[in-house]
C-alpha cells in the first residue's frame, strides 16, 4: 500500500513537471524567435556603453607604459632565453642524425620496452624520410627548452602549493584562468614584450603549459599518506628531509603524470608559435596551408601527430609503477601482457626474450669490465669510494651501456667517418602522389555531390538561422535567459558573476562576434552529441569496438588541434562549415570516451532488476543506464564544450569568423587591446556555458528509477511481478 502512494506520489509529481517545465521554455523560445525577427539589423550595445567603456584604450596604453618601462628587463630575459634556445637548436641541428635517434630510443627502450622503442624509432625515420628532420629538431629545441623551464618553475610552485593551503587558494583562480584562455591569446602579450622568434614562443608555451606540473606536484605531495610522514617525523626528519626523501619521492608518479601533460600543452602552443616567428614543423605546415600544398601539410601534420604520440606514450612509461609478474609468468616484451595466456602468444615472445637476455649479458658484462677499470684506478686513492663507484655503476648498466653507445656515435662521427644529417637519397616522400589523390577526389562528381550535400544542408538549416537568431536576438534577452540558466542550474551569485560577464563582452563591442562564436560551439557541440553518443553507446556493448575506438581516440587527443584544419581543408576547402568540421573533430573525443566511462561504470544489479521487470535492451538504456550515466555526460559536455571554445582561435585560419577572428585581426594591427578582449570574451563564454550545464544532474535517485519501474510494470498488466519484486 505504501509502495502504491510513494509511486502514485512520484507519478504526479512527474507528470506537472513535465507540463510546466516544457511550457515554459516553449513560450521563451517561442518569443525569442519573434523578437529576432523583430529586428532590422544585428544587436548591439547602446553606443554610449561602449564608447564609454575603453577597455581596448586602457589596455593599449597600459601596455605602452609597460613597454616603455620594464621592455629592458624583458629583452634581457627574451636575449638569455634565445641563447639557450640557438644553444640547444645547434646542438640538435649539428648532431648526427643516428645520435639524435638514439638520444631518444635508449631512454624510450627503458622506460617502455620494445613496443615505445619501436614507435619512436618509426616517427625518427619518419621526419627524415619526409625531408623535415632540420623542423622537427627546430621544433624539439623549442619544446625541450618550453619543457624544462616549465617543469623547473612549476614543481617549485606546486611544493609550494603543497607546504602552504593559503599559497595553493591563491594560485587557484591563476591556473583557472590560464587554463581556459586559449592557447593562441598567450603569443599577444609575448609577442610585445619579448619580440619575435623562438624566445617569445618559449617564454609563452612556459607559462602556457605550466598549469599541469603545478596542479599534479601539489596534488601528489598531499595525497602522502599522514602515517608516513609522522613515522619520518619520528625518527627525526627535518621538514626538508620529509620533503625531498620521503614526499616528493611517493609523489614522482603524479609529477611524472604533470610533465607528461606539460609536454603535450607544450607541443600544441609550440606548433602555433609560428605566428610570431617561430620556425619548426608549425612554420611548414601553415605555409603549406597558404600555398594549398595538401601533400605537404598532411605530412608535416603526421610528423606533429608522431612526435605527439612519442612523447605521450613515453611520459605514461615514465609516470607508470612497476608491476611484479608471478614467478610463473613468462614476461612479454612486444605482445600485451594479459596474452600470457596464450601458448603461441608465448612461442612469439620467446626470441624476443633471448634477444633481450642476449644483450643484457653482453652491455651488462661491457659495464662491469668498465666498472672494475674504473675501481681499480680508483682504490689507488681511496678503496671505498672506488668500490661504491662500480657498485653504482653495475647497478645501472642499462644507463651507462646507452652512454657509452652515444660516446661511440659521436667518436665515429668525428673520427672515422661523418654520418651528419638524414641521408636525402633515403627520402620516401608522398606529398605529390596524396596532393594528385586529393586532387582527383575534389573533382569527382560522386565527392563533389556528397560534401555538397552535406555543407549546403548544415550551412542552410543550422550554421546561418542559428547566426542570425543569435545575432539579431535583443542583447538584453539574451543576458537574461543566460542569467536564469546560471541562476536555476548554479545559484544567484554565479547568475550575478554572468551578468557581469556578459555585460563586459558588450561593452567591449564585441556582441555580435561573441554570438556568432557562441553559435558555432553550440551547434559543434550538439553534432558532437548526436555523433558521439552513439558511438559510446556502442563501444560500450562491443569490446572489440571500443579497443578499436580507443586507438582511434588516443591519435586523436594528442594531435595539436592546428593540425585538424589539414584534412578538413583537403577535402572542404576554406569557409564556416570547414570551420564547424575541424571544431567537431577536435572536440568529440570527451564525449565519445566519457559516455563509454558513465554506462560501463553502471552496475550490473541495475540491469537485471530493469530485466527481471521485463525490460528490452533500449528500455534498460534509456530509463537505467543513461540517467545513471547522467554525471559522466555532464563532464563529457563540460570537455566538448571547453574544447570546441578553444578551438575557435584557430578556426579563422580556414575561414571561421567570430572572436577567433577578432584575435587574429587584433595580431595583424598590432591592437592588443581588441585582440585580449576578444581572447577573454571566449574565455568568458566558455567558462559560463560549462559551468551552467556542470552544475545540472540528474532529478531521479537510484530508488525512483526502481519505483518507476515497477510503476510502469504495474500499469502494464504485471503487478503480480512487480509484487514479488
Known sequence: MALTQDTSLLSSKSSTQSLI???????????????????????????????????????????????????????????????????????????????????????????????????????????GMVGLWDSAMETLALMGLSVFLSVAVGV????????????????????????????????????????????????????????????????????????????????????????????????????????????????????????????????????????????????????????????????????????????????????????????????????????????????????????FILNSVISLFNKDYGSAIAQFINAHYFFFSGLLILIGIVYYDANVAAIGTFPEAWNLSIREEISAGVKSLVVNDTFISITKTIRSTVVIYLLRPFDFYLTYLPYWFTIGALVLISWKSVGIRFAIITAILLAFIGACNIWTEAMITLSSVLISVLLCFVIGVPIGILASYSKRFQNINEVILDAMQTLPYFCYLVPVLMFFGGGAFSALLATIIYSIPPIIRLTVL??????????????????????????????????????????????????????????????????????????????????????LLAMIIAVSYTHLRAHETREDIVCRLMLEKKKGGGGGGGGGG
Open 156 to 371: 617549485i610552485l606546486g611544493i609550494f602549493c603543497a607546504l602552504s593551503d593559503r599559497f595553493e587558494r591563491n594560485m587557484k583562480p591563476a591556473l583557472d584562468i590560464m587554463q581556459v584562455m586559449p592557447a593562441f591569446v598567450y603569443l599577444i602579450p609575448a609577442m610585445f614584450f619579448f619580440g619575435i622568434g623562438g624566445a617569445p614562443a618559449i617564454l609563452a608555451t612556459m607559462i602556457y603549459s605550466m598549469p599541469p606540473i603545478i596542479r599534479l606536484t601539489n596534488l601528489g605531495i598531499r595525497q602522502v599518506p599522514n602515517e608516513t610522514v609522522e613515522t619520518a617525523t619520528a625518527f627525526g626528519s627535518s621538514k626538508s628531509q620529509i620533503l625531498f626523501k620521503v614526499q616528493i619521492p611517493l609523489a614522482l608518479p603524479s609529477i611524472m603524470m604533470g610533465v607528461n601533460q606539460t609536454i603535450m600543452m607544450a607541443l600544441a602552443l609550440v606548433v602555433l608559435a609560428t605566428f610570431i616567428g617561430a620556425q619548426g614543423l608549425g612554420s611548414d605546415i601553415w605555409v603549406s596551408i597558404k600555398k594549398l600544398e595538401v601533400g605537404a601539410a598532411l605530412e608535416g601534420g603526421i610528423c606533429v601527430l608522431l612526435m605527439a604520440i612519442m612523447f605521450d606514450r613515453f611520459g605514461k612509461a615514465a609516470s607508470r609503477e612497476t608491476v611484479t609478474l608471478p614467478s610463473d609468468s613468462q614476461k612479454f616484451y612486444l605482445l600485451p601482457q594479459t596474452w600470457d595466456i596464450y601458448p603461441i602468444a608465448r612461442q612469439v615472445e620467446k626470441p624476443l626474450q633471448l634477444i633481450h637476455f642476449a644483450f643484457a649479458f653482453v652491455f651488462s658484462s661491457v659495464i662491469r669490465i668498465f666498472s
Open 21 to 127: 517545465i516544457p511550457g515554459l521554455i516553449f513560450a521563451a523560445i517561442l518569443a525569442s524567435i519573434w523578437l529576432a525577427f523583430q529586428g532590422e539589423d544585428v544587436s548591439e550595445f547602446p553606443v554610449f556603453i561602449t564608447d564609454a567603456f575603453t577597455f581596448t584604450a586602457w589596455v593599449n596604453a597600459g601596455e605602452d607604459f609597460l613597454k616603455d618601462n620594464i621592455k629592458v628587463y624583458t629583452r634581457m630575459v627574451a636575449g638569455y632565453v634565445k641563447d639557450l634556445y640557438w644553444m640547444l637548436e645547434d646542438f640538435l641541428l649539428d648532431s648526427s642524425w643516428v645520435f639524435i635517434a638514439a638520444l631518444l630510443l635508449i631512454p624510450s627502450l627503458a622506460f617502455g620496452g620494445i613496443k615505445l622503442g619501436f614507435l619512436v624509432l618509426f616517427g625518427t625515420m619518419y621526419w
Open 598 to 683: 558513465g554506462l560501463s561504470q553502471v552496475s550490473s544489479t541495475y540491469s537485471e532488476v530493469s530485466k527481471s521487470f521485463g525490460g528490452t535492451t533500449i528500455q534498460t538504456l534509456n530509463k537505467i543506464k543513461f540517467p545513471l550515466a547522467v554525471p559522466s555526460l555532464v563532464m563529457g559536455f563540460n570537455q566538448t564544450v571547453m574544447m570546441a571554445f578553444a578551438m575557435q582561435i584557430v578556426t579563422p585560419l580556414i575561414g571561421g569568423k567570430g572572436l577567433g577572428l577578432e584575435v587574429f585581426n587584433g595580431l595583424a594591427r598590432s591592437d592588443t587591446g581588441r585582440a585580449l578582449a576578444a581572447g577573454i570574451g571566449i574565455c
